[in-house]
């Protein structure tokens, strides 16, 4: 119980020192997953629109695949990834193995299905009459498809935290294709199995601090607005 | 100088051969409907009958299968910015977004690109028409469900449309609260814009409100008149039946007179009923509950052309009046008389009683 404890106060007394070392991971941590997260919202918002409101043949075998996606294992994500950036693979010469933007890649192909997935059901959330209430109010096709997503922002904006906590806290794909190079590819997850294989617990358990601090936020953030979803519209009848 | 009723009137938007068909059923199909400005046209029906996929087709809010809608002689589109602009509808289920009110109202008048001055001055103007200046600021999700109408209403008045279409306004409401908001549309509904569409499958809504009614059955237009037209001279058995009449047992054409006939009811009475018929063909008698009147034996003798004698069978309260029953020998009529009437004959179950009936009053219709 000793050692926890000891880990525990070295590791607050680091966070108070401000180590260089430990906040250039967070730093890169941030940047890897937030630009992961930013593709994956520009890539999952219209797919999970779409799928949410188009009606085509097949369209239950898509939603099935996006679901599929929110259980996609991170290891065989980075084995892919890994496999189409590595020299012989069809993106080789984009020499991208074993840098920041390989482990953007490969948590760009976590997020996306997330964002896709949750966006799905919050556009299916809202009445489809709003959007023909609008029309008939004089708005245009994009119009009305923009109020839609205004409707379902809230869960929107749950698809962004569940994203982020999806990809901050993976390590399989990001220190397959990363490869956990000091100061280059080493983020908060793959230092935390460095650091403990080399025994430093007391960095390991800050930067696990760390870590649980930015799971905290973002899942704080999902149960809010999770709980604020019964208080949404009402219907016009009584 | 006044100017003739008809003259003043002209087709504003036009539904020529329209078909819509959901899974195999024809849920539109309709030759001919026109609207016309200065108008309140009804739009009368069951539920299912169509006519919210009728009002959708005139609306170009959905495709027709078939046919076209003309707005003022040009092909009404929804891609169309004039149309956009001059056809508004109100839908039944039609949801405010989240925010306030006025934001709802200033919704369509900011994708009309209408200035902030001019957003502002529509927006009180109709807040003040439908007396709800008092919820300009309330987020939508406090409003009850009469405040949430009106709300829906002034946020296409706001709009100031050419044709304004109502589907189903006062539907899902409670009593209390929909007889209020009835009073105010009767108050209203002239002033919302030129050429009002009202969808209800209530006859008593439609018959207040409108210059016009269509009654819809099963997709199809099966009478189409001024509300007293369509009141007291029911086209088919259908539109007799919705808009209130009850049915007598069938019988047969015994004799034809100037304007009316004889009918020989199966249960053995002859009535006699305006109408035309042929002579030995079999009909079926409709008649109004409020249109027979009923006496004691000993009341004298009206205008009225069928007179029965009979006694009281039931008495059920139905709010301020009683729906009363009575036998007359093998036939059973449904009377819908007073409270006060009702004490002042003394009516029981068992009183024997007089049920008189205009010609007039009674619905003929071929089997």
Known sequence: MDVFVDAIRQAIQLLLSGDPYLWQIVSRSLQVSGLAVLLGLLAGIPLGTWLGLARFPGRGIAVALVNTGLALPPVVVGLFVYVTLSRQGPLGSLGWLYTPSAMVSAQFVLAAPYVAAITLAAVQSVPPDLRLQARALGASRWQALLLHLREARLSLMAAVAAGFGAVISEVGAVIMVGGNVHGETRVITTAIVLETRRGQFATAMALGLILLAIAFTANAFITRVQQAQPRRRRPLAS | ?367
């Open chain 2, 1 to 367: 100088m006044d100017v003739p009723p008809e003259s003043r009137i002209e087709a504003l938007l036009r539904g020529e051969g329209l078909l819509r068909t959901y899974e195999g059923r024809r849920v539109v199909d309709v030759d001919w409907i026109e609207v016309r400005t200065g108008e309140v046209l009804a739009l009368l029906g069951p539920n299912g009958a169509g006519k919210s996929t009728l009002m959708r087709l005139l609306a170009a809010l959905e495709p027709a299968d078939a046919g076209r809608v003309l707005y003022r002689g040009r092909e009404a589109r929804r891609s169309d910015p004039e149309f956009r602009r001059a056809a508004v509808a109100v839908l039944q289920k039609s949801y405010l977004w989240r925010g306030t009110v006025v934001q709802n109202l200033e919704f369509g008048l900011k994708v009309r690109r209408v200035s902030a001055q001019v957003r502002r001055e529509r927006v009180r103007g109709v807040l003040e028409a439908l007396q709800i200046t008092h919820l300009t600021e309330a987020p939508v999700d406090t409003l009850s469900g009469g405040e949430a109408q009106r709300v829906a209403l002034a946020r296409a008045m706001a709009l100031e449309p050419e044709i304004l279409f109502l589907d189903e306004p006062t539907a899902d409401l409670d009593v209390t609260v929909r007889r209020g908001w009835l009073a105010d549309l009767e108050r209203i509904v002239r002033h919302a814009a030129p050429a009002i569409v009202l969808i209800t499958h209530d006859p008593g809504e439609a018959f207040a409100l409108a210059d016009r009614v269509v009654v819809i059955e099963e997709g199809r237009i099966v009478q189409e008149g001024a509300p007293p037209d369509i009141f007291e001279a029911p086209a088919t058995e259908f539109v007799a039946s919705f808009t209130g009449a009850e049915f007598m047992l069938d019988g047969e054409v015994t004799e034809t007179r100037e304007a009316t006939l004889i009918v020989r009811l199966d249960s053995g009475q002859a009535l006699e009923a305006a109408g035309r018929a042929e002579v030995g063909g079999r009909v079926r008698v409709a008649y109004r509950p409020e249109d027979v009147i009923i006496g004691l034996p000993s009341s004298s003798t009206t205008s009225a052309r069928n007179r029965f004698t009979g006694r009281v069978a039931r008495l059920h309260p139905q709010g301020g009046l009683v729906r009363t029953r009575l036998e007359i020998d093998g036939l059973s009529l449904e009377v819908l008389i007073t409270r006060h009437a009702l004490e002042e004959l003394g009516l029981a179950v068992g009183v024997p009683v007089v049920a008189q009936m205009k010609a007039t009053a009674l619905h003929v219709f071929p089997v």
